[in-house]
């Protein structure tokens, strides 16, 4: 499963995935935009987590979570329907 992070900070939000380097060296993190993110979550196993810096909550999202919850935190670009 591909997990994408959404951070949401109080001035903006962003998408990051982090991938898996060689044994030495630290992994790389990039920045993606909502529409490369959104058209993955379409096409199934994906989980997003998101991250809330001003609370420090962390929830967990993926095409099995409720409509709602989707369509609040990540918007109706991301709804299947």
Known sequence: ????????????????KEYETIKHHKNK???????????????????????FEETG????????SDVDLIKKYLGPKFLTH
């Open 1 to 16: 499963m591909v997990q994408y992070h959404k951070i949401f900070t109080l001035k903006d939000s962003y998408f990051l």
């Open 29 to 51: 993190i990039r920045f993606l935009r909502e529409e490369t993110v959104a058209q993955a979550f379409k096409a199934g196993n994906v989980q997003i987590i998101l991250h």
């Open 57 to 64: 909550r962390i929830i967990e999202l993926d095409d099995f």
